[in-house]
């Protein structure tokens, strides 16, 4: 699932008219770049959840074939990043474990060795992380399992920066939840179930939601 219903308020003017999903970059837009690096891992089947000029959107993907089925989901309200999740439920539950990303991540980070990770123990979820500065982190006991989230100018050991790309199980859809909006990290929490961290090490990891980072990532080799 690809994370797309964001309002892009940090890329404006850019997305005064357009999606975030769908501002340009490397020779396409953000989520053909996204759609891109799925379809080399070998996924077959996308999610994309859309509320800001979700219009836009659904039209982009009846007008643009990427040779992998793409399931678009319109939120009459925006729903976040839990709530958009748990919304992509008929698409999603059937399947162990699947892959969820922001739109606007730009990493060379492996896609597979979290696939492998997640293959060893079968968490809940597996969120990748990074050592770097952010101004929310994810706090961590010991074993790598996710204890809190924490705001803080001090990056301590068992802080991380989330990299916006994790594997869920699909026991997310067993518990009880109501059809708004939910932080996924919030939901993680309150699951008081087994959440771990991969360290994604020296990987690339740009945001591209702002503007200068867009900048960046479209003159960079990668």
Request: aromatic share 12%; glycine share 6%.
């Given at each position: 699932?690809?994370l797309?219903?964001?309002?892009?308020?940090?890329?404006?003017?850019?997305?005064?008219?357009?999606?975030?999903?769908?501002?340009?970059?490397k020779?396409?837009?953000?989520?053909?770049?996204?759609?891109?690096?799925?379809?080399?891992?070998?996924?077959?089947?996308?999610?994309v959840?859309?509320?800001?000029?979700?219009e836009?959107?659904?039209?982009?993907f009846?007008?643009?074939?990427?040779g992998?089925?793409?399931?678009?989901?319109?939120?009459?309200?925006?729903?976040?990043?839990?709530?958009?999740?748990?919304?992509?439920?008929?698409?999603?539950?059937?399947?162990?474990c699947?892959?969820?990303?922001?739109?606007?991540?730009?990493?060379?980070?492996?896609?597979?060795?979290?696939?492998?990770?997640?293959?060893?123990?079968?968490?809940?979820?597996?969120?990748?992380?990074?050592?770097?500065?952010?101004?929310?982190?994810?706090?961590?006991?010991?074993?790598?399992?996710?204890?809190?989230r924490?705001?803080?100018?001090?990056?301590?050991?068992?802080?991380?920066?989330?990299n916006?790309?994790?594997?869920?199980?699909?026991?997310?859809?067993?518990?009880?939840?109501?059809?708004?909006?939910?932080?996924?990290?919030?939901?993680y929490?309150?699951?008081?179930?087994?959440?771990?961290?991969?360290?994604?090490?020296?990987?690339?990891f740009?945001d591209?939601?702002?503007?200068?980072?867009?900048?960046?990532?479209?003159?960079?080799?990668?």
């Amino acid at each position: 699932m690809i994370l797309a219903a964001g309002f892009g308020t940090r890329l404006k003017p850019l997305t005064d008219s357009l999606p975030k999903a769908l501002v340009p970059f490397k020779k396409g837009t953000m989520i053909s770049y996204q759609i891109e690096k799925l379809k080399s891992t070998g996924i077959k089947e996308v999610v994309v959840n859309a509320h800001h000029f979700s219009e836009q959107l659904v039209k982009y993907f009846q007008e643009n074939n990427f040779g992998i089925k793409v399931n678009v989901i319109a939120e009459a309200e925006i729903l976040g990043t839990g709530g958009g999740v748990l919304n992509a439920k008929e698409y999603l539950r059937s399947e162990e474990c699947f892959l969820v990303l922001n739109v606007d991540v730009f990493t060379d980070f492996n896609i597979e060795l979290l696939v492998k990770e997640y293959e060893l123990s079968k968490p809940y979820a597996l969120l990748a992380v990074q050592k770097r500065k952010t101004s929310r982190y994810l706090e961590f006991d010991d074993n790598f399992n996710l204890t809190g989230r924490i705001k803080s100018d001090v990056m301590n050991d068992n802080y991380f920066a989330f990299n916006g790309m994790h594997i869920i199980s699909n026991e997310i859809f067993s518990l009880d939840y109501k059809n708004d909006y939910k932080d996924i990290i919030d939901v993680y929490l309150d699951s008081r179930k087994i959440i771990k961290g991969y360290d994604a090490g020296n990987s690339v990891f740009i945001d591209l939601g702002k503007t200068d980072n867009l900048i960046k990532a479209e003159k960079s080799g990668y």
